[in-house]
């Protein structure tokens, strides 16, 4: 069944340590996306990637990076969590940036 | 800056009609969707508006006047099944789609 994956489902993790949630599409998407979504709040634009190669920043960047290798996945690393990182992260594709964005089911990350 | 502003809480009958507004402000448009999620879920494109009018589809509409920054989504016949979120988005110049806090929808029996 085509769609996008993400992994882990759900994480705890220390602070300080370094973690790389992933994400890989199938759907030859060009637009990739990573949102954090906390109570309240709302989902928050990460970063995105309009094509393979390139990405850019969202409304909330910091502490967060990505890499667009290829067509399918979209990799997004935190280099030294911190416990303000505790959210639900949300990968999503789109054929271009004004088409529909299509999730992914979401990890729920943990900073302790 | 990017203001989308949706109720925070609705409740409706099952079988009735409920009317979900959204206004934004925001630089520049290129769309306006809205998307349907439930509890623990990700969530799902219902509808697309970029020019105004209505857009019907099934059971949902969604409105837009973009002179008014104004945007709705109707649901007609509820069902027990439609208690979810509904967040309304809209896409500005650069692209970037901007999320509303989302409007959680509660259908009683």
């Known amino acids: 069944i085509a769609g996008i994956t993400q992994a882990p489902t759900s994480q705890i993790l220390a602070a300080g340590r370094r973690m790389t949630l992933r994400c890989t599409q199938d759907m030859r998407h060009n637009a990739m996306y990573w949102y954090r979504q906390d109570l309240g709040l709302g989902l928050r634009l990460i970063h995105y990637s309009n094509t393979a190669g390139t990405t850019g920043k969202g409304e909330v960047p910091d502490g967060y990076s990505v890499s667009r290798a290829n067509t399918d996945d979209f990799p997004l690393t935190l280099a030294s969590a911190v416990p303000s990182q505790t959210s639900v992260y949300f990968c999503?594709?789109?054929?271009?940036?004004?088409?529909?964005?299509?999730f992914g089911d979401g990890t729920r990350l943990s900073i302790l | 800056g990017q203001n989308i502003d949706q109720p925070t809480e609705m409740t409706a009958t099952e079988g009735a009609i409920v009317q979900i507004n959204c206004t934004y402000q925001?630089?520049?448009?290129?769309?306006l969707f809205w998307y349907q999620q439930h509890a623990g879920e990700a969530p799902t494109f219902l509808s697309y508006n970029v020019l105004d009018g209505l857009e019907e589809k099934g059971r949902f509409s969604s409105f837009l006047s973009r002179s008014k920054g104004y945007s709705y989504l109707l649901l007609k016949e509820l069902q027990m099944k439609d208690s979810a979120s509904y967040l309304c988005?809209?896409?500005?110049?650069?692209?970037?789609?901007?999320f509303g806090k989302g409007t959680s929808l509660l259908v009683t029996p």
């Open positions: 925001t630089s520049g448009f290129n769309g």
């Open positions: 988005a809209v896409l500005d110049s650069g692209y970037a789609l901007n």
């Open positions: 999503a594709s789109s054929e271009s940036s004004n088409q529909p964005q299509h």
